[in-house]
Nanobody
Framework: QVQLVESGGGSVQTGGSLRLSCTASGDTASRQCMSWFRQAPGKEREGVAAINTGNSGIVYSDSVKGRFTLSHDKSTNTVYLQMNTLKPGDTAMYYC??????????????????WGQGTQVTVSS
């Protein structure tokens, strides 16, 4: 089992920044892959960024590449999502997810089974 606790959401204006945190606990192997997803009202959930905590390999969605940065602190089992140059289109509930490594951590190639409670990000124009 894996437990995920997110924090760091909030409201900012266009162009602002926020940093989300996700602290994981539980079975280490079951959280080798860690990702951030988001879901806006009326839209499907989409992957934002993923990291293989074993080799630090990271992938980003095209919509956030160059603006968001994913990092991992192994000493605290925390994954951070630094979000810069935020746009109204980034408004969503952001969820941290984790799972075992299955040849890829990219959300398009595998499901995630452990989820946090979500943290709201609102970007106003």
């Amino acid at each position: 089992q894996v437990q995920l606790v997110e924090s760091g959401g909030g409201s900012v204006q266009t162009g602002g920044s926020l940093r989300l945190s996700c602290t994981a606990s539980g079975d280490t192997a079951s959280r080798q892959c860690m990702s951030w997803f988001r879901q806006a009202p009326g839209k499907e959930r989409e992957g934002v960024a993923a990291i293989n905590t074993g080799n630090s390999g990271i992938v980003y969605s095209d919509s956030v590449k160059g603006r968001f940065t994913l990092s991992h602190d192994k000493s605290t089992n925390t994954v951070y999502l630094q979000m810069n140059t935020l746009k109204p289109g980034d408004t969503a509930m952001y969820y941290c997810a984790a799972d075992i490594y299955r040849s890829s951590c990219w959300w398009k190639k595998r499901p995630y089974n452990y989820w946090g409670q979500g943290t709201q990000v609102t970007v106003s124009s």
